[in-house]
């Protein structure tokens, strides 16, 4: 993936690489077991081992996601404010505005 900032990857960014790996190893039956991020401002590739451990917790997370998407149940806040303000779902989430 790329992304426009100089600041190190977090974890959210290593939970999105590990949806690309899941994907492509279901839809091309290939194991990836790394992947990378471009940091463009800093022209630098940071890259993270896929393991099959986080492989599981990426899963399971996304089992939970389904659930509450079935559910209809919106996610817990986010510990800190601060990751609310370049959120694109802002604007409909209740829990910044509480």
């Known amino acids: 993936?790329?992304?426009y900032t100089a600041s190190q990857p977090?974890?959210?960014h290593l939970y999105q690489i590990l949806g690309y790996a899941?994907?492509?190893?279901?839809?091309?039956?290939?194991?990836?077991?790394?992947?990378?991020?471009?940091?463009?401002?800093?022209?630098d590739?940071?890259?993270?081992?896929?393991?099959d451990e986080l492989k599981v917790k990426?899963?399971?997370m996304l089992g939970d996601i389904r659930?509450?998407?079935?559910?209809?149940q919106m996610p817990p806040?986010?510990?800190?404010?601060n990751k609310c303000l370049d959120c694109e779902?802002?604007?409909?989430?209740g829990d910044i505005f509480t």
């Open 22 to 43: 899941i994907i492509l190893e279901d839809i091309y039956n290939c194991r990836v077991d790394r992947g990378f991020i471009y940091l463009i401002p800093k022209e």
């Open 77 to 81: 806040p986010a510990k800190s404010k």
């Open 45 to 51: 590739a940071v890259v993270f081992n896929l393991t």
């Open 1 to 3: 993936d790329f992304k």
């Open 58 to 60: 990426a899963k399971n």
């Open 67 to 72: 659930e509450m998407i079935s559910l209809q």
């Open 10 to 12: 977090h974890e959210n």
């Open 89 to 93: 779902y802002r604007n409909f989430c």
